[in-house]
């Protein structure tokens, strides 16, 4: 079983609002990444809050049960990978879907051909590549939790993905969203046509 994780923490001042209720395609940019992280595989679903958390847990239209609040938030998103992990129930998961909110432009496929490729390949990392550049969201094996709840909040996970060079596993996607990081309400208008 995986566990899905949408990061959705920070402050998000560029935006004006909070990302995680940015309107997308008749939902919101959490609700958009809940759908495409729908699977087989996936039986935990977690929202990491973490800036003005109850407002925003208020607007949702999730199951409350999958709201983790990040009290440590203002120390970067590596601590609401760790507010994930800490949620999980002990031996549960066999990996952990990693979604930061501001790349919610990826569909169910990308998905699933991710979730495939850490089924099929067993590497420790699987994360997509799309011309040339690696983008999210990332699979981690539970392997990895404590070197990722270990790792240091200056350089975040990506420690951990360089750590294990060897260990990752690209695949290619024509999806950009991959890349897209939607940080404010410019770079949404031209990501979503708005």
């Known amino acids: 079983m995986l566990a899905a994780t949408i990061l959705a923490a920070g402050e998000s001042k560029r935006m004006r609002q909070p990302k995680a209720l940015v309107p997308f395609q008749g939902s919101t ?7 495409a992280t729908r699977h087989a595989r996936v039986g935990i679903t977690r ?26 938030w203002p120390t970067g998103q ?45 590497k420790l990392i699987v994360l997509p590549m799309y011309r ?15 070197e990722l709840l270990a790792a240091s ?16 596993a690209e695949v290619e996607t024509d999806e950009e969203g991959v890349i897209l990081n939607l940080n404010d309400p410019e770079t949404v208008r031209k990501a979503i046509g708005h």
């Open 47 to 72: 929202v990491v809050l973490g800036a003005g958390a109850e407002g925003i847990r208020a607007q949702l239209k999730i199951d409350p049960a999958w709201v983790v609040v990040n009290g440590d």
């Open 153 to 168: 909040a200056e350089v975040g996970a990506r420690q951990v993905v360089w750590n294990h060079a060897a260990e990752v």
């Open 29 to 35: 940019f959490v609700e958009h990444l809940i759908a």
């Open 78 to 122: 590596l601590s609401s990978i760790h507010a994930a992990i800490r949620s999980l129930p002990v031996g549960a998961t066999n990996g952990i879907l990693v979604c930061p909110v501001d790349h919610p432009l990826i569909s169910a496929h990308l998905v699933a051909a991710l979730i495939a490729a850490f089924d099929v390949g067993g």
């Open 132 to 146: 040339g550049r690696r983008g999210h969201p990332v699979i981690f094996r539970a392997e990895l939790y404590g």
